[in-house]
């Protein structure tokens, strides 16, 4: 059975993408079967693996809203053992459609049902919100990973994000955890990037990754050449990191 995580943070431009993509493709490179499944409506891990989304047919809005049979809207990526399903600007209605459906909540994971053993991990790119797609995510999954960026406010945001955790574990899947607390785009020039690290891990303790992303160049350009760090410069330390978290996450599942 696939283990299924959901990146999520409500806040925007705080590494989900990034990190779903690198740690999907990380553990694809280390031999796993990984689906990603793309989840905002602005589509960047779809385009980040090379997917062109003027191209896509079906998408994670069809398998939600339509309720087609998500393999169908399965494509390969720019990556060995990295498979998509894409995400357009449609999705961008889903919101609202999905409001006053039945079982709305669990869409989601009764569409992973039927290939989840065909896969070693599922990972969720979650929007920047707390609505029904975030709930999809949390309830189709076993575990929630947190990426935090090294900024001020980082904790900001984050007891709602919770709050909306414990409700889907209170409702709809009892089960689900807390996969994990990433630090990301960590500035080592600045003596704030360490105290905010000091700050999360106060707060979130052993739940914290040991890996913390660095800022890396490389890790903003990938996206534009339609792929993942570790096919656009595996020699970078944004490859050596997302590979680095990829072990961790294979040794938390163990
Ligand atoms: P989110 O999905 O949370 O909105 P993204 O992963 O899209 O965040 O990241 C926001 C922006 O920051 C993107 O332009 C991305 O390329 C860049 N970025 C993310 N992580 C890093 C990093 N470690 N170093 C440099 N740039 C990064
Ligand atoms: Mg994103």
Redesign the pocket.
Known sequence: MARIIAVA?Q?????????TVNVAAALAYLGKKVLLIDS?AQG?ATSGLGISKADVDKDIYDVLVNQIPIADAVQPSSRENLWVVPATIQLAGAEIELTNQPHREARLRNAIKELATEYDYVFI?CP?SLGHLTINAFTASDAVLI?VQCEYYALEGLSQLLNTFRLVQKHFNKDLKIEGVLL??LDARTNLGFEVVEEVKKYFKEKVYNTI?????R??EA?SYGQSIIDYDIRSK?AEVYLELAKEVLADGE
């Open positions: 943070n806040k925007g431009g705080v590494g989900k993408t990034t990190t905002d960047n790119d920047p990426p990301t785009m992303i660095p800022r890396n160049v890790l903003s996206p944004g």
